[in-house]
T-cell receptor, first 112, second 118 residues
């Protein structure tokens, strides 16, 4: 089975902190994604990557950056956390020709 | 741009009732369509998918048919169980480019909370 693992289930950070959310997949997938989930808004794409060191902005990239130094790992970085970034963050991966993605269990981030 | 609209929730049903969750989409090209399910405290799991018009996806008693003429992908189940209580997301995937590659980006609906009572 494909396994996508996010490093934390719950995080509490202070406003202005730099926050790292880590995601690792074990199936050699080329594509990796970070989504944000908010009630009534569904999931929205923040950033995605289709290869090591490659990244593309999604629909809501403002306030975020990403890093993909190794194929299996995709990090989401909040440069200076703000309260409006309190949310559930979901990582996903897929094969480059695939039409379906596999999701991690999510990280619920609270910024106080 | 691409978009997905799901019926407003939450939906509350009694066990063994019939379920329909409506989903319509707007997209260019021929996207793949998906239903994902999120059980309490968990990430998203793929429930079913359809990759071309008139395809029917099915899994665990759930079904959805890709209707290009009505741009719809409604989720149905004939008899729901308490264990089906979850959030259901309709999504469309960006279609492959001319080279056959898809980045696998998904556009999601807002989600529908389903609660099934005994």
């Amino acid at each position: 089975d494909v396994k996508v693992t996010q490093s934390s289930r719950y995080l509490v950070k202070r406003t202005g902190e730099k926050v790292f959310l880590e995601c690792v997949q074990d199936m050699d997938h080329e594509n990796m994604f970070w989504y944000r989930q908010d009630p009534g808004l569904g999931l929205r794409l923040i950033y995605f990557s289709y290869d090591v060191k490659m990244k593309e902005k999604g629909d809501i990239p403002e306030g975020y950056s990403v890093s993909r130094e190794k194929k299996e790992r995709f990090s989401l970085i909040l440069e200076s956390a703000s309260t409006n970034q309190t949310s559930m963050y979901l990582c996903a991966s897929s094969l480059y020709r695939a039409v379906e993605a596999f999701f991690g269990q999510g990280t619920r981030l609270t910024v106080v | 741009g691409d978009s997905v609209t799901q019926m407003e929730g939450p939906v509350t049903l009694s066990e063994e009732a019939f379920l329909t969750i409506n989903c319509t989409y707007t997209a260019t090209g021929y996207p793949s369509l998906f239903w994902y399910v999120q059980y309490p405290g968990e990430g998203l799991q793929l429930l079913l998918k359809a990759t071309k018009a008139d395809d029917k996806g099915s899994n665990k008693g759930f079904e959805a048919t890709y209707r290009k003429e009505t741009t719809s992908f409604h989720l149905e189940k004939g008899s729901v169980q308490v264990s089906d209580s979850a959030v259901y997301f309709c999504a469309l995937g960006d279609p492959p480019n001319a080279g056959g590659t898809s980045y696998g980006k998904l556009t999601f609906g807002q989600g529908t909370i389903l609660t099934v009572h005994p």
